[in-house]
């Protein structure tokens, strides 16, 4: 069985600061792990993804992650939040054997950014 | 074009309505979800069709229908529905039913039961 747990259910920055939200999971294989974001009353917009190649991995409108293998982290960060990168997080991960392609998502990390 | 769109985009609907879902994709994809979104939730996942037919059905309530009349509409009929069926419904779809491919998300549809 695979799960994904969100370390922070809210984090609040400000603008300029840096973004870390932080992401583990376990598996017992190899997984594909997500970050897709949710600004309020829309759908899911993909981050980034990882799936076995490079460990840092570089997303959209500056987001990065890196994928531990050692810690079961995939923390999101980010150098300098802008007042658009408010909204929801979730970390995902997408899973294997007869669960192949079925998702499982973190509890959701909210962030709030103060200019 | 990698775009997934959902009509309506609010629903309400009394208990003894039917009414359906739309969601349609023109990537090619051949795999296709869908999801219902609680408040301050994370998606769960309903149906998964592959290649148009059903693949995963998460013991969803027989109120909720789909539907994949072809590789690139999906539907959900919806009938009786409770009060608690108040969510936001999301449609995705991915190139296949495989773990190394990210899924797409339609903007979803909010439905309201009266």
């Known amino acids: 069985a695979q799960s994904v747990t969100q370390l922070d259910s809210h984090v609040s920055v400000s603008e300029g600061t840096p973004v870390l939200l932080r992401c583990n999971y376990s598996s017992s294989y190899s997984p594909s792990l997500f970050w897709y974001v949710q600004h309020p009353n829309k759908g899911l917009q993909l981050l980034l993804k990882y799936t076995s190649a490079a460990t840092l991995v570089k997303g959209i409108n500056g987001f990065e992650a890196e994928f531990k293998k050692s810690e079961t982290s995939f923390h999101l960060t980010k150098p300098s939040a802008h007042m658009s990168d408010a909204a929801e997080y979730f970390c995902v991960s997408s899973g294997g054997g007869t669960s192949y392609g079925k998702l499982t998502f973190g509890q959701g990390t909210i962030l709030t950014v103060h200019p | 074009d990698t775009e997934v769109t959902q009509t309506p985009k609010h629903l309400v609907m009394g208990m003894t309505n039917k009414k359906s879902l739309k969601c349609e994709q023109h990537m090619g994809h051949r795999a296709m979800y869908w999801y219902k979104q609680k408040a301050k939730k994370p998606p769960e996942l ?16 027989s109120r909720f229908s789909p539907e994949c009349p072809n590789s690139s509409l999906l539907n959900l009929h919806l009938h009786a529905l409770q009060p608690e069926d108040s969510a936001l419904y999301l449609c995705a779809s991915s190139p296949v039913r495989d773990r190394s491919y990210e899924q797409y998300f339609g903007p979803g549809t909010r439905l309201t039961v009266t």
Request: aromatic share 18%; no cysteine.
């Open chain 2, 46 to 61: 309903m149906f998964v069709y592959s290649y148009e037919k059903l693949s995963i059905n998460e013991s969803v309530p």
